[in-house]
């Protein structure tokens, strides 16, 4: 029973990674939606497997031609310095929805207004 939901488990996690996984090319063009980058900076918290896999994938896409070009790449501080933008933008962009739910409710709620004076007075 125990060993049946361990299994049940590892592989709904496994699921998980691969879908991320195949997330990663996207991430490093910048090319995710909102809710893939969610889901995909929330997943690479708690999975080392994943953070292990953009990590090779980010050296051999980027990591290879910054030494090429001379600099010096620090993995870790270049996914952590990646990973907060992310984060940053998909907090400006919830902010930024929520501005424009605000200002079209209001605008909407004007018209009515302006829709009820029209026909009152």
Do not use: W
Not at 44 to 51: A, T
Not at 54 to 71: A, T
Not at 104 to 114: K, M, N, R
């Amino acid at each position: 029973m125990v060993k049946s939901y361990l299994m049940k488990v590892k592989a709904k996690k496994e699921k998980g990674c691969k879908e991320i996984q195949s997330l990663i090319p996207g991430y490093l063009s910048g090319n995710l939606n909102l809710r893939q980058a969610k889901d995909f900076t929330r997943h690479l918290k708690k999975c080392k497997d994943c953070r292990e896999e953009i990590e090779i994938s980010y050296l051999l896409d980027k990591g290879i031609e910054r030494v090429e070009n001379g600099e010096t790449v620090d993995l870790h501080a270049d996914m952590e310095y990646m990973l907060s933008n992310t984060e940053n933008a998909i907090l400006q962009l919830k902010q930024f929805r929520t501005a424009v739910y605000l200002i079209e409710s209001t605008a909407v709620f004007v018209l009515i207004a302006c829709v009820l004076m029209l026909y009152l007075f």
